[in-house]
Each structure stands twice: as structure tokens, then as C-alpha cells.
């Protein structure tokens, strides 16, 4: 049997599998034991991810390039039907084993470090449903289909962030990433109906096979977009989705969701905030590149919104000292540099940074669980200091991938972020000739920020001597914590392979040329008709090999290391008295990097308060006096006082009935009779 046949109804179980893991846990894990809940739970996810790994071999290797299960016909939109149907190619096959195979190591991992937890099957039927809702949104071959998935991954956030419910702070950092996911997924919404009323359809594969024929410049003559040109209305659904992709992947202004959502047990910031959900968006928009490609604005935008959340939180990260929210901070920056490329048409190089993203950071959120696991569930890194003497698997594996992350040695995040810059600063976008130039320099001082709060917070970790609880011993997890840091350590490593830049490209662009090449033939038409209406030359395409990559190598090479040099110089060499001296200083300075530039209570004074207030008065005014007390209740009170009045007329006394019936005779002869 061909192996495409027998996936073509086995792709549902790598959303069923996890699916059914969280249902058995969720109802019976409290009377099944630990040891059996964690294999229900990892199991279903190992089995997920062999699904998914067979996939990515077929579409790979096989005689096919897409494999789609048509499970039913779900309702239909006017004469739009909905299929309820998976489909997997090359890059949801990529994302598919990224999302099972690490979360089956954050499950790993879980097993010891969540031994002690009182809810550890609430907590593994919860990480089950996440893994079975992110796959749907993956493997969906419509939007509707994966905006299920896409509101399932944020209901299972929100069960995970607010793991720890009965602590107020923890259930409020929980509540807040779910309302304001629900503004980004109101986009969303209207993204999708856009594309249903320009195209009439939602399918993938439909909306790339009437792209290649789009003319931007046609006036439509009917619904809501009437008088419109098509690329303007195309310009507004991606706009619509895009403001979907930054609250799901924490882009400016709604990436504040993030930040907070450490609250949750650690392993679930390494499974949400490095590998999977936080990537939705820009999974999304590379999904969909071949509808961006005919809206330079909509790149553009893109680019300059990821480029700008890039530099905002890497330098938010300066003065931080959670070691958690160092990392938060760092995931907001580096969603940034993936939206970059796809904002600038590097599709590729975007999902190679959000595949080595997920190894190296999937990694260093598990090893900050190593240290706060050793450390009393301490976050400061100014009480620790020295724990490479006490931790050296922790040590080394989250070393190594501080070195992917920053660079600083051409290890898989060196050649995924610089091929990032690479595109930005070689791919052109004619009607916003600024935007290359822009994004490439705030990506060089990002990358250049990263570097330097990456060591700065390695550095105060585990070098040095301990600067506070000084009586306490660190000490090493079991096999179960320590070996997941491997082996993604390892990926951190092996992945560099997939991006060194060839004679013929990398060799990531080439396993996903097939998957972009709509979006690439769509963005040369694009550019083709831009020189016409601007009366420009049609730019050459850019080199992609090593010789026309290596100058922007040895750029990003010395901004790592510049970086790298300076985090040494405050916190381990001569300059280790200088933070404090600038904090004295600049007290003011300090504390807007320290607050994260007010950034939360400006929302807190301009949206909440107000919104609140307006509640508020709807509420007491409204809803409780106008319609509760005047016109529910105040229809009662006034038949009250209707009924007291005429029980004066009827009490019972007869001779007064006989005076009443009397005089009302009189006054009606008199009113006929004149």
C-alpha cells in the first residue's frame, strides 16, 4: 500500500491521539496514579509525533507533496461549504514534528518536575489538550478549521498559565492573556469573512490556486468592498489576520499578555512561549503568503511591526531579573525577527528561526526550571551566582544555546536570524523603498541587545560566586529533567546544518521552495507590475549563497560578540560596579527599563480604567436602577400602589357599595338625560 493512502486517515489521530489523552487523564487521572497518567499523557503525544514524523518522511521522500484527510463535511456558508479536513505538507509536517517531538520532551520533563504537584492530572490533561488543539490549528486545511485550533490553544493557555488558580496573581495573569488574545482573534474573525466574501471560499489550496490570477488594480462592483480595488481589499483581510498573528504571537501592541503568562508552571512556558502557540501567527501568515504577496502595504506592515516588538523588548529584557521574564522578553523579541521575514518575503528563513527558536528556547526555559527546580523555585538571578559548579548538565546545555540564540559562535540561530537580516536587507519592496534599510538596522541593534541581556543573564546565573541564599545547596535533577536539556541542545546544534548557505541555497529554502513558490511567483508579479506603475527597473532577485551572505555574517558575527563582551566587562570583568552606578544615576532611566517602560499601567490608565468605569456605570446605573429597579420592579411597585389605592374602594361594606352603585346610577341618568 502506498504510504499517502494509509495517512489519509491517520492524520486525524495525531489531533485524536493527544485528544483522548486529555479526556482519560482529565476524568480519571485522579484515580489512575501518576505513573499512569504520565504514560497516557506521553504516550499520546509520542504516538503524534511518530504520525507526524512518517508524514514529514512521505511528503518528503514520497510521490506526493500534500496529504489531506477529508474527515466530514462540517456546515456551509451560504454556498461556501466547510470541510472539516487536515492537510499536511512540507511545512505543516515541519511544524507537526516540532510541536509533538519537543512537547513529548516538555512532557519528559514534567514528569519530575511536576512530581510533587498536588494536580499533576489536571496539569497533564490540560498539556495533552494544548498539543492536540495546536495540531489542529496546524493541520487544518481551511481557516475556519484552524481558527478551532487557534481558540483551543488559547483556552488550554489559559487552563495552563492559570494552573496555580487559588493564587490571585497567577489566575489574574491567566485571565489577562485570554482577553487579550480574544482582540487579536476578533481580527481574526474578520480576516476570515473578508476572504469569504472576495473569494468564496476558505480553503488553502483554493485561495493559492485564485491567487495566481489576482489583478490588483480591478475595481469591485459588489458587497461591502464595492468601489474598492482588490488589492486594497486583500490589503485589508491580511491586515485583519495580521492583528489575529500579534495578540496569538505577543506583537506590538498586544504582545503584554506574555510577559505575565510566567505564571505558569515552567514546562508550560517552555511548551507555549518557545515551540508552539506564539508561533501560531507567524505559522499563519506563512500559510497564507501567497495572499501577502500581493499587498506590499500588508509586508511592509509586518516587517515594521516585528521589527519594532523586536528592539522594544530586547531592551525591556535589560534590566529584568526574573530569569523567566528575561526569557519572555527574549520570545517577544525573537517572534519579532521571525515576522520580519515574513514581512520581507523570507518565508523560509522565518521557519527556520521557528524551528531553531523552539530547540534553543524550549531549552532554556526548561533549564531556568532546572535552576528554580535547585534553587526553592527562586526567579532572581541576583541571588544566584556560581551554579556551574553545582549544575553542569543545566550549565552547559543552557550555555549552548545561549550561544545559539545570540550567536556569538555559528551555531542553527546564527544562520537562521542572519538569514532573516539577510532577506530584509537584500529583498526590495518598491512602494516602500525605507522598509529593507529600516528593519535591518533595528534587527543588527536587537540582535546586538540580545546578545547582551542573554549574557548578562547567564553570566549572574551561573558564574561568579552565589550572592544570595547562601545556605543552600543546588543541586542536579534526575535523568528525566536532565535529558530533554540534551537533546535539545543537541538540536540546537544539529539544526545548523539545514541553513548553511550552499551554492544552490540552504538547504531548509530548498525543502521549502515548493511550499513558497506561489508566494514567490505572486510577489515577482507584484514587483514586475510595482517598476511599471513607478516607471522603475525590475530589481534583480538576491543571492542567497555563501558569497553574498558571508558580509552580513561577519556583521552579525561582531554585533554578538560586541554584545557578549559588554555583559562580561559589567558582570564579570573590571566593570562590575557600573549597573549599580547607572542605577544611582539614572534612577529615573533605571526604572522605565525596570517597569518595562510603563508599558502595562499606560494601558491600565487609557483602556482598562475607562472601559471599567463604563462597566461600572452600565452596571449600577443601567442594568440595576433603569432596568432592574424602574422598569422591572417598577412595574410591580406601581400595580402596588394601583391595588392600594382601590382596596380603599373595596373592603367589603355593603351599604357602601349600595351608596356607590346609587350615585353612580344618578350620574349616568343625569350625563343621558341632560
Not at 511591526?305 to 529584568?320: E, K, P
Not at 527556520?352 to 523555585?377: E, I, N, Q
Request: glycine content about 10%; proline content about 4%.
Amino acid at each position: 500500500m502506498n504510504p499517502a493512502e494509509g495517512l489519509q486517515d491517520a492524520l486525524r489521530w495525531i489531533v485524536l491521539f493527544p485528544l483522548f489523552g486529555a479526556a482519560v487523564n482529565g476524568l480519571l487521572g485522579k484515580r489512575l496514579g501518576r505513573a499512569n497518567v504520565h504514560l497516557v499523557a506521553c504516550g499520546a503525544v509520542f504516538a503524534s509525533f511518530v504520525i507526524s514524523a512518517i508524514a514529514l518522511y512521505t511528503v518528503s521522500f514520497g510521490d506526493v507533496s500534500r496529504i489531506t484527510d477529508q474527515w466530514w463535511r462540517w456546515f456551509s456558508i451560504g454556498n461556501v461549504p466547510v470541510e472539516m479536513s487536515l492537510t499536511i505538507d512540507r511545512l505543516s509536517a515541519v511544524m507537526m514534528c516540532v510541536v509533538t517531538g519537543v512537547g513529548f520532551l516538555i512532557h519528559i520533563f514534567s514528569t519530575e518536575y511536576m512530581s510533587h504537584d498536588e494536580g499533576y492530572w489536571r496539569y497533564f490533561a490540560y498539556l495533552n489538550l494544548f498539543v492536540a488543539a495546536m495540531s489542529l490549528l496546524v493541520l487544518g486545511s481551511n481557516l475556519l478549521v484552524m481558527f478551532v485550533g487557534w481558540e483551543g490553544v488559547g483556552l488550554a493557555s489559559y487552563l495552563l498559565i492559570g494552573f496555580w488558580y487559588t493564587d490571585d496573581a497567577k489566575a489574574f495573569a491567566g485571565r489577562k492573556a485570554f482577553v487579550v488574545n480574544r482582540v487579536g482573534d476578533f481580527g481574526f474573525l474578520l480576516g476570515i469573512f473578508t476572504l469569504v466574501g472576495l473569494f468564496g471560499t476558505i480553503e488553502f489550496e483554493q485561495l493559492k490556486a485564485l491567487s495566481a490570477s489576482i489583478t490588483p488594480d480591478t475595481v469591485l462592483e459588489a458587497g461591502i468592498f464595492s468601489g474598492w480595488t482588490l488589492g486594497a481589499a486583500i490589503t485589508m483581510a491580511c491586515l485583519f489576520l495580521f492583528l489575529g498573528a500579534t495578540g496569538k504571537s505577543a506583537q506590538l501592541p498586544l504582545y503584554v499578555w506574555l510577559p505575565d503568562a510566567m505564571a505558569g508552571p515552567t514546562p508550560v512556558s517552555a511548551l507555549i512561549h518557545a515551540a508552539t502557540m506564539v508561533t501560531a501567527g507567524v505559522y499563519m501568515v506563512a500559510r497564507l503568503s501567497f495572499l501577502y504577496a500581493w499587498s506590499p502595504t500588508a509586508m511592509a506592515t509586518v516587517a515594521v511591526v516585528g521589527a519594532l516588538t523586536a528592539i522594544f523588548a530586547a531592551l525591556m529584557a535589560y534590566a529584568q531579573n526574573d530569569i523567566k521574564k528575561v526569557l519572555a522578553y527574549s520570545t517577544v523579541s525573537q517572534l519579532g525577527f521571525m515576522f520580519i521575514g515574513v514581512g520581507v518575503g523570507a518565508w523560509w528563513a522565518a521557519i527556520y528561526h521557528l524551528v531553531t527558536h523552539a530547540f534553543f528556547k524550549a531549552c532554556l526555559f526548561l533549564g531556568s526550571g532546572s535552576v528554580m527546580h535547585a534553587m526553592r523555585d527562586e526567579t532572581d538571578i541576583r541571588l544566584f551566582g556560581g551554579l556551574r559548579k553545582e549544575m553542569w548538565h543545566t550549565w552547559a546545555t543552557f550555555g549552548i544555546s545561549t550561544i545559539a540564540i545570540t550567536g556569538v559562535l555559528p551555531l542553527s540561530g546564527f544562520f537562521s536570524k542572519d538569514a532573516i537580516l539577510h532577506g530584509a536587507h537584500a529583498n526590495p519592496n518598491l512602494f516602500f523603498p525605507w522598509v529593507p534599510t529600516f528593519t535591518y538596522a533595528i534587527g543588527l541593534v536587537a540582535a546586538l541587545s540580545t546578545s547582551f541581556y542573554m549574557w548578562r543573564m547567564f553570566n549572574l546565573t551561573f558564574h561568579g560566586e552565589r550572592r544570595g541564599m547562601l545556605e543552600h545547596r543546588a543541586h542536579e535533577g534526575g535523568n528525566a529533567m536532565v535529558g530533554p536539556l540534551w537533546v535539545l541542545a543537541g538540536l540546537a546544534v544539529g539544526s545548523l546544518v539545514w541553513g548553511l548557505p550552499l551554492s544552490g541555497g540552504a538547504r531548509f529554502e530548498n525543502f521549502l521552495k515548493p511550499v513558497f513558490r506561489a508566494a514567490d511567483e505572486n510577489i515577482a508579479r507584484m514587483t514586475a507590475l510595482g517598476a511599471q506603475k513607478l516607471g522603475v527597473p525590475v530589481p534583480p532577485p538576491p543571492a542567497h549563497d555563501f558569497a553574498a551572505m558571508l558580509p552580513g555574517y561577519l556583521i552579525a558575527l561582531v554585533v554578538a560578540l560586541i554584545g557578549f563582551g559588554i555583559a562580561w566587562y559589567l558582570y564579570l570583568g573590571p566593570g562590575k560596579d557600573i549597573p549599580a552606578k547607572i542605577a544611582q544615576g539614572a534612577p529615573a532611566l533605571y526604572r522605565a527599563f525596570a517597569n518595562k517602560f510603563y508599558v502595562d499601567e499606560f494601558y491600565q490608565a487609557v483602556i482598562v480604567a475607562p472601559l471599567s468605569a463604563t462597566a461600572r456605570f452600565l452596571w449600577r446605573v443601567v442594568d440595576a436602577f433603569a432596568i432592574d429597579k424602574l422598569v422591572v420592579n417598577g412595574s410591580a411597585v406601581l400595580t402596588g400602589w394601583i391595588a392600594q389605592l382601590f382596596r380603599y374602594f373595596q373592603d367589603g361594606n355593603v351599604q357602601r357599595y349600595a351608596v356607590v352603585m346609587a350615585v353612580s346610577a344618578v350620574v349616568i341618568l343625569w350625563i343621558f338625560l341632560g
